[in-house]
């Protein structure tokens, strides 16, 4: 008996001594001087709080940034993670201070898994690589078109594409984001590649599937990156297959593609953004800067970035209209008056459209497809505001916290495209607490392209159709976080006006 009792204190002592272990050594590993927030687990950190949210983890921030402030800090597993919720300190920081909060994350699993087998790019590259391929590729993409003329027309083109799909299939439910995802797919296929798919392409088909996949899972916060035993579990395996052998499979296509080009490659005739990057690469001194490598994951990039957002952008639209059907008489009224039904609206029209554009920049704002900014790192101690922040701790921007901050924007969580207009109904644009495209060096590189598809295409797709839901359903304005905040999958009916 006497042994048995003995036994267990031995086992009771070595547990509390383990456990007191664990939460010194969490307490002492902790930097110094670094934002308050929630007590975290040792070794896991706050994982499990954030695991414990599920759907609601964007809910969870915002608890956070209630009790914390608007600088908190959180771990998972040994990382630091730092998130700011107000725009003069995330322009500081991001702005003022690019040059110490322009890293990226180089030791999270699934980003270095895709780093591994398909390269950096430009949105995972840092320092010199980084700064010469996003020169690279903004000068082509302006040589190309981008916020000119030329481009306008093909993204008309796309538009009535689409128009011509939805013709066909009148009067039937449609899906509409694998259709969204196609025209914005191929407005980019056209900058890169010279030349668009058929929307029954199987090859096109399979991939925009994959581009949505590889963006559709909540990278930031997956165990996966945190917690190596999280990899071998069903749900860890999973999210790496979906994500980095989309990747793979993407990158895979383009090696094909650029192939191709190279092999039909006339410096005396650049035809798109590929035959650009291998004359750059051919007159450059630092020729391994562009080698097929780095060519094949920038373009990944251009991918991802530019036909998710405006295809989730544009969904989100389509679902505001059904559950707001005033506004879309409205912008149709607009629409008729403006432009009428002989011709398309071109961007030239916008400045005779504010409510229109009123209602896409509230939609930027009360939805947040990006909720969260792609993580940046400090690539070196830094300060933010009153606190100091070690080298690599991950810096995030909390955009839907900004966006829907009650202080600067009355009412937030109300739909209000009036917030946008001034008394005589001209457009206001919001010069501060609004970043849909984030700030700074890092800002998406398609700020440009996405604004002209998205007002190309509303305005195309309004002047042509009334879109509602099917009768007895309404529209669920609920999103998922995944890297966008996109809507659930919803069936429209698009009639012909």
């Not at 086992?11 to 930097?31: E, Q, R």
């Not at 590649?193 to 392409?201: A, I, N, V």
């Not at 109300?414 to 984030?438: A, Q, V, Y």
Request: aromatic share 10%; glycine share 6%; proline share 6%.
């Amino acid at each position: 008996m006497l042994d048995t009792i003995l036994g267990a204190l031995d086992t009771t002592s070595v547990f509390v001594f383990l456990l007191v272990f664990l939460i010194g050594y969490y307490w002492l590993t902790s930097p110094k001087n670094m934002p308050p927030g929630p007590m975290g687990l040792p070794l896991i950190g706050n994982l499990l709080q954030l695991r414990a949210a599920g759907s609601n983890q964007l809910e969870l921030l915002k608890k956070w940034r209630q009790q914390y402030g608007d600088v908190f800090a959180i771990r998972l597993g040994s990382k630091n993670l730092v998130f700011i919720s107000d725009y003069k300190i995330l322009q500081e920081t991001f702005v003022k201070n690019g040059d110490i909060f322009s890293g990226r994350p180089s030791n999270l699993y699934i980003i270095n898994q895709i780093k591994k087998k398909t390269g950096t790019g430009v949105i995972l590259s840092e320092g010199a690589i980084w700064k010469e391929l996003r020169r690279v590729t903004l000068m082509t993409m302006r040589d190309f078109g981008v916020g000119k003329k030329s481009l306008e027309q093909r993204v008309l083109d796309e538009a009535l594409a689409v128009v011509e799909v939805l013709e066909k299939g009148e009067g039937q439910p449609v899906l509409f984001k694998p259709l969204l995802s196609k025209f914005a797919c191929n407005v980019i296929c056209s900058i890169i590649l010279g030349d668009r798919f058929d929307y029954d392409d199987k090859t096109f088909i399979e991939l925009t599937k994959l581009v949505n996949l590889a963006v559709s899972q909540p990278l930031v916060f997956a165990p996966v990156n945190f917690l190596p035993i999280t990899r071998f579990a069903p749900a860890g395996k999973k999210i790496i297959h979906d994500v980095v052998d989309s990747f793979v499979t993407i990158d895979n296509f383009l090696g094909t593609v650029l192939k191709e080009h190279e092999e039909t490659y006339d410096p005396s005739e650049i035809r798109d953004f590929v035959d650009f990057y291998i004359k750059t690469r051919s007159d450059s001194d630092d020729a391994h800067l562009y080698d097929a490598s780095n060519m094949r994951r920038v373009i990944i990039d251009l991918f991802a970035a530019g036909t998710e957002t405006t295809a989730t952008t544009l969904s989100w639209i389509l679902l505001y209209f059904a559950a707001y059907p005033e506004v879309q008489t409205r912008c149709q009224q607009d629409i008729d008056k403006v432009v009428g039904q002989g011709r398309s609206a071109t961007m030239d029209d916008r400045k005779n459209l504010p409510y229109i554009e009123a209602v896409i920049t509230e939609i930027f704002r009360v939805v947040n497809i990006a909720p969260v900014a792609v993580p940046h790192v400090a690539v070196k101690e830094g300060k933010i505001r009153q606190y100091t922040v070690p080298a690599e701790t991950i810096v995030i921007g909390n955009i839907r916290e900004i966006h829907l901050d009650p202080v600067n924007w009355p009412e937030p969580d109300i739909f209000k495209p009036e917030r946008f207009l001034d008394k005589d109904g001209n457009f206001c644009p919001p010069k501060k607490n609004f970043m849909p495209f984030s700030i700074g060096p890092r800002a998406c590189l398609g700020e440009v392209l996405a604004r002209m598809e998205t007002f190309l295409l509303f305005c195309t797709l309004v002047q042509s159709f009334t879109f509602v839901m099917p009768q007895g359903q309404k529209p669920d304005l609920q999103g998922q976080f995944g890297v966008t905040y996109s809507g659930k999958p919803q069936p429209f009916l698009a009639k012909r006006r």
